[in-house]
């Protein structure tokens, strides 16, 4: 009984630590780019001639992780009062999908309009999303923009939320320092070179076959020396 109490709990802390990373993976606009007037137009995406993004987003492959996007907004006296009216549009504009709003409204129920979600005292939601829960954009957009419209009332835009962002990345710039790549740097590694080793250089200490050479020659001349004496000494005696 204990271990089924103890998985109990381990499954049940699993499902709130997904819903809390669920819940988080959102992003609101700064209140200083939602505007005042009657027509809301929060640039998620945009870029200049020179490519500088001018929207919300600073990295535009952060457009494909946008499933949905929320609006919150407070009408007066509409919360508490039935007979109070309060209306408008919100939608989105960029290449894929156009010029496209959806109405709503509140204390007036008809097939044309989205009823906007009472969240608490006078303040209300609308959200948009695919029913696939896809990305709203697409790579290819050039711009995108939340739409939202008040078409009467003493209404106020709270917040604007983008779903499936959990923060706003800036991409990463090129830059043009040089790598440390490897060069072919001569190593100081031992080279075949020639020692001051002794060779075997001809001496010039006579050998015995020198000796020898030189003793034969010398018994030969004094051989040949000899026969010219008896010669000459023959021609005297006659």
């Given at each position: 009984?204990?271990?089924?109490?103890?998985?109990?709990?381990?499954?049940?802390?699993?499902?709130?630590?997904?819903?809390?990373?669920?819940?988080?993976?959102?992003?609101?606009?700064?209140?200083?780019?939602?505007?005042?007037?009657?027509?809301?137009?929060?640039?998620?995406?945009?870029?200049?001639?020179?490519?500088?993004?001018?929207?919300?987003?600073?990295?535009?492959?952060?457009?494909?992780?946008?499933?949905?996007?929320?609006?919150?907004?407070?009408?007066?006296?509409?919360?508490?009062d039935p007979s109070v009216w309060a209306g408008g549009a919100y939608g989105t504009?960029?290449?894929?999908?156009?010029?496209?709003?959806?109405?709503?409204?509140?204390?007036?129920?008809?097939?044309?309009?989205?009823?906007?979600?009472?969240?608490?005292?006078?303040?209300?939601?609308?959200?948009?999303?695919?029913?696939?829960?896809?990305?709203?954009?697409?790579?290819?957009?050039?711009?995108?923009?939340?739409?939202?419209?008040?078409?009467?009332?003493?209404?106020?835009?709270?917040?604007?939320?983008?779903?499936?962002?959990?923060?706003?990345?800036?991409?990463?710039?090129?830059?043009?320092?040089?790598?440390?790549?490897?060069?072919?740097?001569?190593?100081?590694?031992?080279?075949?070179?020639?020692?001051?080793?002794?060779?075997?250089?001809?001496?010039?200490?006579?050998?015995?076959?020198?000796?020898?050479?030189?003793?034969?020659?010398?018994?030969?001349?004094?051989?040949?020396?000899?026969?010219?004496?008896?010669?000459?000494?023959?021609?005297?005696?006659?």
């Open positions: 009984m204990k271990i089924r109490k103890i998985l109990a709990s381990l499954a049940a802390a699993a499902v709130a630590a997904t819903t809390v990373i669920s819940a988080s993976a959102d992003v609101d606009f700064p209140t200083d780019q939602i505007g005042t007037d009657s027509n809301f137009t929060c640039v998620i995406w945009a870029a200049d001639e020179e490519g500088n993004a001018t929207g919300l987003l600073q990295d535009k492959a952060q457009l494909t992780d946008i499933t949905a996007i929320k609006w919150t907004f407070t009408a007066t006296g509409a919360g508490s504009n960029s290449d894929s999908t156009g010029w496209s709003t959806t109405q709503w409204c509140y204390n007036e129920e008809t097939d044309a309009k989205t009823i906007a979600t009472l969240v608490d005292g006078d303040t209300f939601e609308v959200v948009l999303s695919k029913d696939d829960g896809s990305a709203i954009f697409t790579a290819d957009d050039t711009f995108a923009q939340a739409v939202f419209q008040n078409y009467g009332g003493e209404l106020t835009l709270d917040k604007v939320t983008l779903v499936g962002i959990d923060e706003i990345v800036t991409p990463d710039e090129p830059t043009d320092e040089p790598t440390d790549e490897p060069t072919d740097e001569p190593t100081d590694e031992p080279t075949d070179e020639p020692t001051d080793e002794p060779t075997d250089e001809p001496t010039d200490e006579p050998s015995d076959d020198n000796v020898q050479t030189g003793a034969t020659a010398g018994l030969a001349l004094a051989a040949i020396a000899l026969a010219g004496a008896a010669v000459v000494a023959t021609k005297k005696n006659k």
